[in-house]
């Protein structure tokens, strides 16, 4: 079970970062005392608009970034305290590419399988899995630097996945994915939940999220909306969409702002 309790994450605000952001704050309050919690075996939704706070409290779930204020644990694992604990249950994917373009996906795959100290005969069974699974069998002996970019992504995905982690947080699943890309990384998160893994994912797509979650928390403003199923929130906003219950969330709480 991953519990958030009171998660507040403070950026100080750099010169540069002040003027870009046309401010005179010397910080910005990302995620303002958030607390949720996710159950093992289901699909959680971080449902928010651009500059919600998403990516911060699913960076800070992943120990990437220090909690200002709160605390969040994984199966009774504080993330900052036993973080290297925490770091083996969990894989943090981004469809950011950060691969180096010299290498190719099959050397790639086992080097982060060596480096999360898996042996060879299980780097090469999962490889073989995850490479079938998502098409890259007949590129994995190109240069990264040599494929397109959906299969770049699908690269970065797999090479996340290699030790076949018990909770996937991943920062929306399907950004700049082509439709048949998308499709195969909603189809493998399901796919994983059947099998009992804790899918955590961002996203700003109503659709992926009324698809994809079996529980979704809205987040205005760094906090914490409304949580509940699909079906709870369009009851509390007696409405028969996401996209429409999303709005009466936000209209309520622009205006109790
Ligand atoms: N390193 C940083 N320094 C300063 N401010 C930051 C930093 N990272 C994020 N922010 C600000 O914190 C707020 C929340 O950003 P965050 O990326 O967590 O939102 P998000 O919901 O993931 O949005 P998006 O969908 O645009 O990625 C935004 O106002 C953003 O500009």
Known sequence: MIEIKNLTKIYKLSKKQQKEHKTKDTQKKAVDDLSLTVDRGEIFGLLGTNGAGKTTTLRCLATLLKP???????????????????RAKISFLTNEIKMDPYFTPDYLFSFFGRLRGMDNSLVEARKKELFEYFGITDFKNKKVEELSTGMKQKVSIAVSLVHDPEIIIFDEPTNGLDIITARAVLDYLRMEKEQGKTVIVSTHVMSEAQKLCDRIAIIIDGRLAAMGTLEELEAQTQTSDLEDAFFEFYRQNVKEA
């Open 68 to 86: 200002t204020s709160g605390s969040i644990s994984i199966d009774g694992l504080d993330v900052c305290r036993d973080s290297e604990k925490v």
